[in-house]
């Protein structure tokens, strides 16, 4: 008899075996639907021999009930699935689940109905409906679409429809993407652009597992070469993901993308609409999406013909998930290329200590770019010592950056402030009793946003409107700010300089690829004097006006203690240096701080990247943390503050006992509550030798808890919180 083993997409099941009717067609890697129960559930076929199960006899087993119409899961991406489940210590069906991650893509081809203006007219006008007709010129989309655009009712459209002035289009789903063309508008590469370029060009047509650590100063035009592996995938027919840290950066890549292959690339992250997201999966499963940039999710599509795989700013942080799985997308992109045998390339100006060893050991071959593109010098790097000249009382600028600033309006050239702190001030307190605004639902203090009018908790974004009153004393205007966010620093630019055109470039101000791409038009016009942004703006732009990069508080990144604060601090700065004098004009860049001795702001002005790198690498060499440590962490949390203490304390209790493993904790976390949760923290300090994630699963697979504790493991941590 012919029996299929499915992993089923509920973790809490585990394996099941079914019977494969007759004349169904069914390989490993097929997705099909099964019967539970009463009810229907969806699993993938999986090679016996590797996903154990009990036997279950013949006569019992269950018939499917059908293969949903994808292609079969291809083998390199099952392997993928199962060394991330295995390496992450999460289940088969979470990592599994973020390949399906389209329910619609499942269901096969479908149409669906669009509405647009047919002409006609409505037996009576209506001021809703005159506002709609004259919104929707032009437009087709889905009723409920079309009621966002025109923002009238979707009854009032509907009426519409029914008296033929909206008429129904029929589309398909799957329309296909537009072309890419390898050939449609070639740079000229300088010499050393050009070697870079060739390398990855040869990989990709070698067709093998290639690691590439691209290391290229800021404006190097490290993008360009990676598009001439991009152009090399496309001519060979085969698919290309680029990952990306921020969707916010994707407006200015789409465009140079489209400058460069003459059609946009297939666009992938979580707020996609559903549709998108459908079509976007079956093109990525069917082989037509030739390239897909995306957030760290795209990762685990199933590429029909993944040719390539690039990412960029392969530095940063966001490329960790801190939830759910909680894999490090750079690292996992190594392994895809590694199972789909195909080149991968890691760009980054400011590559993290963890590549730069993979690239010494050799694993990595290293290319470097040492200078910018077309003869630009790196900015000039001074810090500022705020002890030695403060800024005004209640302020934040220095005169020395004050005074660099008026020169460049007297110059027509543009400065970009740089505080890693959205909204107006960290901390509100009462000036009459001391109240502080703290979140409800975290150990977090609640950040006051002044051009919405809120106070906001950015761990769990609970918000409320900022009172007239304090909530504990019943006073009046008694609220005092403390301490300087973005819109702080831009009301002071305000002050100081009233005739400059001030800008706030952070995720609340940019928070659709609109806004975004309205604001790099701006800067590029010339109609914006003073950015003031967040690490948002750290990266990917490129404003050839900008001559002035100024760091409001460099010492902030290093306050938190944090074992990776150091390098995120020099990465953070050096990237946001990178985005001055990118044009003809020099670039200068004004650090302030209370510590210009520490290590890492002395080698930043020293422009010291050496010093920084091997200093950083043998502390971290000293105290066995990554690369030559393990570190791994277990939090633990409930709704319930002593569930969640007595969970920690009986796993600090069974800790096991070896040479090469060291645990602390458990501990309160630092963000002790989050999200109404109560958070406990064990670490874990292992010799790299040591096989941590089998410990971990003996150690917590032997334990039981109650079932509002959740216990997750975070292999690799990059958050300490
Ligand atoms: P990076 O990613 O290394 O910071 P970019 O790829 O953004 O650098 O390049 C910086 C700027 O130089 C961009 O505006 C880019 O278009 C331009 N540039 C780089 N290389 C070339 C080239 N070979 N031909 C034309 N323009 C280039
Ligand atoms: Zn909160």
């Known amino acids: 008899m012919n029996r299929a083993r499915l992993l089923m997409m509920n973790a809490a099941l585990g394996p099941l075996d079914y019977r494969v009717p007759d004349g169904m067609d069914v390989v490993p890697g097929s997705v099909v639907l099964a019967p539970l129960g009463p009810r229907q559930v969806i699993g993938i076929v999986w090679e016996e021999g590797r996903l154990p199960a009990e036997r279950v006899a013949d006569s019992r087993l269950r018939p499917l009930l059908e293969v949903l119409p994808v292609p079969p899961l291809r083998a390199e991406l099952r392997r993928l699935i199962e060394w991330t ?119 990709v047509e070698e067709r093998r597992f290639a690691p590439f650590l691209l290391d290229g100063v800021t404006g190097s035009g490290k993008t360009e070469t990676y598009f001439e592996a991009i152009a090399a995938a496309i001519r060979a027919g085969q ?66 013909n993944l040719g390539l795989i690039v990412v960029d700013e392969a530095h940063e942080t966001s490329f960790k998930q801190d939830e759910g799985v909680r894999y490090n997308a750079r690292d996992v992109a190594v392994m895809r290329a590694r199972f789909e045998r195909i080149p991968v390339v890691l760009a980054s100006a400011t590559p993290a200590l963890e590549s730069l060893q993979m690239a010494a050991a050799g694993t990595y071959e290293k290319l470097d770019l040492e200078s910018r593109y077309g003869g630009a010098m790196l900015p000039a790097i001074t810090t500022i010592n705020l002890t030695e000249e403060p800024p005004e009382r209640g302020r934040w600028l220095a005169p020395p950056l004050v005074e660099a600033m008026q020169a460049r309006m007297e110059r027509g050239e543009q400065t970009l402030l740089f505080l890693n702190r959205r ?51 019943g006073e009046h205007d008694c609220l005092v700010a403390c301490g300087p966010g973005v819109e702080r620093i831009a009301d002071e630019v305000a002050a100081i300089l009233p005739e400059a055109r001030v800008a706030v470039a952070t995720s609340d101000t940019l928070n659709t690829p609109e806004k975004a791409a309205a604001f790099v038009a701006a800067a590029e016009e010339g109609a914006i004097d003073v950015i003031v942004g967040t690490q948002l703006v750290t990266k990917g732009f490129h404003f050839p006006e900008l001559t002035l990069v100024g760091v409001v508080d460099a010492d902030l990144g290093l306050e938190g203690g944090d074992l990776r604060a150091a390098e995120r ?89 070896l040479p090469d493993v060291a645990i602390l904790g458990p501990a309160p976390a630092p963000l002790s509550l989050l999200r109404g949760r109560y958070r406990y923290r064990l670490l874990i300090n292992a010799r790299r030798t040591a096989q941590v994630q089998d410990v971990i699963r003996d150690w917590l697979g032997a334990l039981t808890f109650p079932s509002g504790v959740r216990v997750g493991v975070d292999i690799d941590p990059y958050s300490f919180v």
């Open 85 to 203: 489940a295995d390496y992450y210590c999460a289940s088969l069906a979470s990592v599994a689940r973020m390949v399906l991650s389209s329910g619609g893509a499942l269901k096969g081809p479908a149409t669906m109905t669009e509405y647009r203006l047919s002409g006609g007219m409505p037996e009576r006008m209506t001021p809703q409906r005159e506002r709609a007709m004259a919104a929707l010129e032009g437009e087709q989309a889905t009723i409920r679409e079309l009621a966002g655009l025109s923002d009238v009712s979707e009854g009032v459209l509907r009426g519409l429809v029914n008296q033929g002035v909206l008429e129904p289009v029929v589309v398909d789903c799957d329309r296909p993407y537009l072309l890419a063309r390898a050939d449609y508008a070639e740079p000229v590469l300088n010499g050393a652009q050009q070697d870079v370029a060739d390398r990855f060009v040869a990989a």
């Open 239 to 304: 698919q290309t993901l680029v990952l990306l840290p921020e969707i916010a950066l994707t407006e200015a890549f789409l465009r140079r993308f489209e400058d460069r292959f003459g059609a946009a690339p297939v666009l992938w992250h979580s707020s996609l609409k559903s549709t998108e997201r459908r079509r976007g999966w079956r093109a990525i499963a069917s082989g037509s999406a030739q390239v897909v940039v995306g957030a760290r999710s795209a990762l685990f599509l199933p590429y029909a």
């Open 423 to 473: 909204g107006f001030a960290p901390l509100t307190l009462c000036r009459n009793c001391g109240h502080r605004f703290q979140c409800p639902n975290c150990s977090a203090w609640l950040v006051e946003h002044r051009l919405s009018h809120r106070l906001a908790c950015h761990h769990c974004g609970h918000e409320t409107s900022t009172p007239d009153a304090c909530p504990e004393c």
């Open 569 to 657: 601090t020099y990465q953070q700065v050096a990237q946001v240096a990178g985005r001055a004098g990118r044009g003809a004009k020099p670039g200068e860049v004004l650090i302030q701080t209370r510590h210009p001795d520490a290590p890492v702001i002395a080698a930043l002005a020293a422009g010291d990247r050496d010093a920084f790198y091997d200093a950083e690498t043998e502390a971290r060499r000293h105290a066995g943390a990554p690369p030559f440590g393990r570190w791994a962490a277990i939090i633990v949390s409930s709704e319930d503050e002593a569930e969640a203490r007595e969970a920690a304390n009986r796993i600090g209790a069974t800790r096991p006992n």
